[in-house]
C-alpha cells in the first residue's frame, strides 16, 4: 500500500501558492443546510460558477483531424501540480483543482491515460486510500491547522455528474466543507450511513427513508489494495442488480471493453466507509408552481455529482437556490429523479435531465 507523507502540507503550500499567483479560481459559496427526509444537506450557491468553462484549454487536433478538448490531466500545470505518486514508479499525479469552491480540493488522476468509465484498479483504490489515512495523521505545519479528514469521490457514466474522461478521484477536506454548517446540524451523509451500520455490502437501514438507494461497507484495520478492491466491487456488483432490477434500461448492454462499467455511479470515501451510489440521471428540472395561477414554472437542471454522498450539492442560480431553500421536499424529489429509486419510491413534478 502506498504512503504519503506530510500530504495535508504539500497540499496546503501548493494551495497557497496557487491562489496567490491565480493558477486557480477560488469562488466562495453560500451555504445553507436544508433537510431531506430528516438528512442534513448542505445547500452552495455560487453563481460565479456560471460563467466557469465546461472543460478546460482550447480545441486541439485529434485523430483523422478531428476537433477534440485538451485534457486537463496529461500535463498538469506546475503551478497546480501537487506530487506524483508513489514515489517509487509514480502511477498517478496529485494536482489542485484549478476551479474550487472548498478550499484546498484537489485531484488523483492516473498518469497513463485511463478511462473515468472503467471501473477502479487497484492502485486506484490503493492512491485513494493512501491519501485519506495521510491526510488524518494530521501533519500540518505549525501555522496551519490540518483537517483531520477527507472525503473523496468518484464520478463515473453519463449520469454520474463526471466532467473529464481522465480517470480521477476527488478529494474535499471535510472540516473545509463543513464551516459553520455543523453548528446547524450537518455532517457528512457518508458518516450518518457509517454509524447506522455499513458492515457488508448492503443497502443500509439507515438510507431507507432516501429517495434513492445506497449500498456502503466498513473499511476494517489496515486494508491491502486487494481488501478495498474486494469491497468495491461487492458494493458495484450490488449497484448493477438495483438498476437491472428496478431500472433495466439503464443498464448499458454489450459492452465490449473489458472493466467497462455498465452503470453510472458516484463512489465515496473516507478512511472508515466506502458508498456507492448507483445514477438514473447527471440532473433534473423541477417544478414549481406560480402564485396566484394555475400555472407551473420549471427551474434547472439541477447537476449533481457524487458530493451528495458527503450531503452537499451547488446550485449555480438564483431560482434554484430559492426553490430548494424555502420547499425542502424539492430536494426529495431532485434526490429521486437522480437516483435509483426503491420500489415504493414517487418523483412527481420532476424531468429527469436538461430539456
Not at 450537518?186 to 443500509?204: A, M, R
Request: net charge neutral.
Amino acid at each position: 500500500m502506498a504512503s504519503l507523507a506530510n500530504l495535508s502540507s504539500l497540499v496546503n503550500a501548493k494551495y497557497l501558492e496557487a491562489k496567490v499567483h491565480e493558477g486557480l479560481i477560488f469562488s466562495p459559496t453560500r451555504v445553507a443546510v436544508i433537510k431531506a427526509a430528516g438528512f442534513p444537506f448542505q445547500l452552495r450557491y455560487c453563481p460565479s460558477l456560471s460563467n466557469k468553462p465546461n472543460r478546460p484549454g482550447p480545441p486541439v487536433a485529434g485523430p483523422q483531424g478531428r476537433q477534440t478538448h485538451r485534457d486537463p490531466f496529461e500535463i498538469p500545470p506546475a503551478d497546480l501540480l501537487v506530487a506524483q505518486v508513489p514515489v517509487e514508479n509514480p502511477t498517478h499525479n496529485l494536482v489542485l483543482n484549478k476551479y474550487p469552491i472548498i478550499s484546498r480540493h484537489f485531484i488523483a488522476a492516473t498518469k497513463a491515460y485511463k478511462k473515468q468509465t472503467h471501473l477502479l484498479d487497484d492502485d486506484d483504490l490503493a492512491i485513494t486510500y493512501a491519501c485519506l489515512k495521510s491526510w488524518a495523521g494530521g501533519d500540518g505545519v505549525e501555522e496551519f491547522i490540518a483537517p483531520k479528514r477527507l472525503f473523496a469521490f468518484f464520478n463515473s457514466g453519463r449520469h454520474s455528474g463526471a466532467s473529464q474522461a481522465h480517470r480521477h478521484v476527488q478529494f474535499l477536506p471535510i472540516e473545509e466543507m463543513q464551516g459553520d454548517s455543523a453548528e446547524k446540524g450537518w455532517k457528512p451523509l457518508i458518516d450518518i450511513v457509517s454509524e447506522n451500520g455499513g458492515k457488508t455490502p448492503f443497502k443500509s437501514d439507515a438510507t431507507d427513508r432516501l429517495p434513492f438507494q445506497l449500498f456502503s461497507s466498513s473499511i476494517a484495520g489496515n486494508p491491502t489494495a486487494s481488501d478495498l478492491s474486494r469491497l468495491y466491487r461487492g458494493l458495484y456488483d450490488s449497484a448493477v442488480a438495483a438498476v437491472r432490477d428496478i431500472c433495466p434500461d439503464d443498464v448499458e448492454q454489450g459492452k465490449s471493453e473489458e472493466d467497462s462499467s455498465v452503470i453510472s455511479y458516484n463512489l465515496a470515501m473516507t478512511a472508515s466507509t466506502m458508498i456507492i451510489c448507483p445514477r438514473r440521471s447527471d440532473s433534473a428540472m423541477l417544478t414549481i408552481g406560480r402564485k396566484g395561477s394555475d400555472k407551473k414554472d420549471q427551474v434547472g437542471p439541477i447537476a449533481l455529482n457524487g458530493t451528495i454522498l458527503a450531503g452537499s450539492l451547488m446550485v449555480k442560480a438564483q431560482d434554484e437556490w430559492d426553490t430548494l431553500l424555502h420547499d425542502e421536499t424539492k430536494l426529495l424529489e431532485l434526490l429521486g429523479a437522480i437516483g435509483i429509486p426503491g420500489r415504493s419510491s414517487s418523483t412527481s413534478d420532476i424531468i429527469v435531465g436538461p430539456l
